[in-house]
């Protein structure tokens, strides 16, 4: 088979795309705790040990990257390219098909079409308007209030989109008159979410980097999306576990010298 590629994403210093449509996006949470730099610093030595790109895009977060490198993957020819997201952030979710798993690490599971349905009550085309009636307090998307996740489901059950759960609360055709009112009352605040929740799929080839460890400053740009995704990135088991070791991590160590996947 086809040798797999490995890309690990992260987010770009400083603000993004979201940030200049709504000021208060993730404006409630804390400063970082001082000793993250240093982790993250970690980490990007760790795909170089590892022989995995590490890529970034100022302006961007790493989901849309993500989003992107999905997306590209899904129309190769002659057929979609699997894809493998490996995290455990909900916004995944939106990415999910016949072709594209989300894996959660910390719950060891995977999430295929089904498994979306199964948690949220929608399919992954609708987990965009899903959240975009429920809000998401992590990022500080404010949703529609009173509209939990359940609430959510059921009214696209039975509307189909947002577009037409908010047509059908302008046409009175919210039976609860409450959430009626909410509906008609954060309209745009409903909109304005969507396109906060909703993952760029176009993120410009330009604007993707390759990140140094020592600067945390962009190497190289990258030649393109579908360039990058044929380039296959076997893992350097040996330089990996020499890697955990001098880190004292020795579980990882063990592991990458015996192959043994991470998640089981």
């Not at 895009?57 to 002659?78: C, F, K, N, S, V």
């Amino acid at each position: 088979g086809q040798e797999p590629t490995v890309l690990v994403v992260f987010d770009s210093v400083g603000p993004t795309f979201r940030d200049e449509i709504y000021t208060e996006y993730k404006a409630q949470r804390p400063p970082p705790p001082e000793d993250l730099g240093p982790q993250f610093d970690l980490a990007i030595r760790a795909c170089e040990a590892f022989g995995w790109p590490a890529l970034s895009a100022p302006g961007y977060e790493a989901d849309d990257i993500i989003a992107t490198l999905a997306t590209q993957a899904g129309i190769e020819a002659p057929a979609p390219r699997p894809v493998a997201i490996v995290g455990s952030d909900k916004d995944f979710m939106q990415l999910v098909d016949e072709s594209t798993v989300m894996v959660c690490p910390t719950k060891k599971k995977l999430f295929g079409p089904l498994e979306v349905v199964e948690k949220f009550g929608v399919l992954p085309e609708l987990m965009v308007d899903l959240q975009s009636l429920m809000g998401d307090a992590s990022d500080n998307v404010p949703g529609v209030p009173g509209i939990g996740p359940k609430t959510a489901a059921t009214l696209l059950q039975e509307f189909g989109t947002l577009d037409a759960v908010l047509e059908g609360a302008a046409n009175g055709g919210i039976k609860q008159s409450k959430r009626q009112a909410a509906l008609l009352d954060y309209r745009e605040q409903a909109l304005l979410s969507k396109r906060l929740v909703a993952l760029k799929r176009d993120v410009p080839t330009g604007a993707l980097l390759r990140t140094a460890w020592e600067t945390h400053l962009p190497l190289e740009a990258a030649v393109d999306f579908k360039t990058l995704m044929a380039q296959p990135t076997p893992t350097d088991f040996e330089a990996a576990a020499l890697f955990c070791e001098s880190h004292e991590l020795w579980k990882a160590a063990q592991r990458a010298r015996g192959h043994i996947p991470v998640l089981e």
